[in-house]
């Protein structure tokens, strides 16, 4: 059940537009920029606290997606990027150069800031919420459908995925843990599987039922004079961060 909180009752186009501006703001700038840090962690901060969002539970959302993201970049300190030749340690002959290393705290901690206000702006309109947003400012309609899409398979999927590991911890769990990692790289191949099939099939089950590229997504929201006091207080904000900072 959506958590009625005073972000809720904002219209999700607020948010859409303090999203934008924040995931910008992380794009363009430095993260070793300590000010700027600081002030994207204290509207950060603001949100979890108005939303009435369980710090714990965003950090605990953070750390269930950073495997992903360290998996993308694990490679980086190990790659000289700007061909400087600064090595600043050998771990078994594999070398980690400065560059790499600072590419990959940045990529991280961007990644990070950006999941994370991706999360508070969607629990904070509630996903159709969001997702009539996007249909007013005219996002097409293609990317909207993905979106609600992947949104409706997330929950699918995680249940398949909870059955197999369910199984996979009742029969092999009196295993050794070499031949239980074998046995979970078969699993996770085969779930890979799945997620295709279950895609194809949830696709063809849409369109046998009338879909035609486009999906509902909530009543109508209406954009009021304190939306737009909003609006330019995050604009002025994060304005005002950069030109200081």
């Known amino acids: 059940m959506q958590n009625k909180n005073t972000l809720y009752k904002i219209d999700p186009r607020v948010h859409?537009?303090?999203?934008?501006?924040?995931?910008i703001s992380v794009l363009i700038h430095s993260p070793f920029n300590y000010?700027?840090?600081?002030?994207?962690?204290?509207?950060?901060a603001v949100y979890v606290y108005?939303?009435?969002?369980?710090?714990?539970?965003?950090?605990?959302?953070?750390l269930s997606i950073y495997p992903m993201i360290f998996f993308v970049s694990?490679?980086?300190?190990?790659?000289?990027?700007?061909?400087?030749?600064?090595?600043?340690?050998?771990?078994l002959g594999f070398k980690i150069y400065r560059s790499g290393l600072d590419n990959f705290l940045v990529i991280n901690l961007?990644?990070?800031l950006i999941y994370s206000v991706s999360l508070l702006v969607t629990r904070a309109t509630g996903i159709f919420r969001f997702l009539k947003s996007l249909e007013i400012l005219k996002i097409p309609s293609w990317?909207?459908?993905?979106?609600?899409?992947m949104h409706r398979l997330f929950y699918l999927l995680k249940a398949e995925m909870s059955r197999m590991q369910l199984a996979f911890s009742s029969r092999y769990y009196y295993l050794p843990q070499h031949k239980r990692?074998?046995?979970?790289?078969?699993?996770?191949i085969v779930y890979l599987t799945r997620i295709v099939e279950r895609s194809d099939r949830t696709y063809l089950a849409m369109v046998s039922k009338g879909f035609t590229g486009k999906m509902p997504n909530g009543k109508n929201i209406r954009w009021t004079i304190r939306d737009s006091f909003l609006?330019?207080?995050?604009?002025?904000?994060?304005?005002?961060l950069f030109y200081v900072f």
């Open 143 to 149: 990317i909207i459908s993905i979106l609600t899409y």
């Open 231 to 240: 609006s330019v207080g995050f604009v002025t904000y994060f304005g005002f």
């Open 16 to 23: 859409v537009v303090f999203g934008m501006v924040f995931v």
């Open 181 to 188: 990692l074998k046995m979970l790289s078969g699993i996770v």
């Open 110 to 112: 961007k990644m990070i």
């Open 35 to 44: 000010g700027i840090l600081t002030g994207l962690l204290l509207v950060l």
């Open 74 to 91: 694990f490679l980086m300190p190990f790659t000289d990027i700007t061909n400087s030749g600064n090595i600043i340690a050998s771990i």
């Open 50 to 62: 108005i939303g009435s969002f369980p710090a714990a539970l965003l950090v605990k959302r953070v």
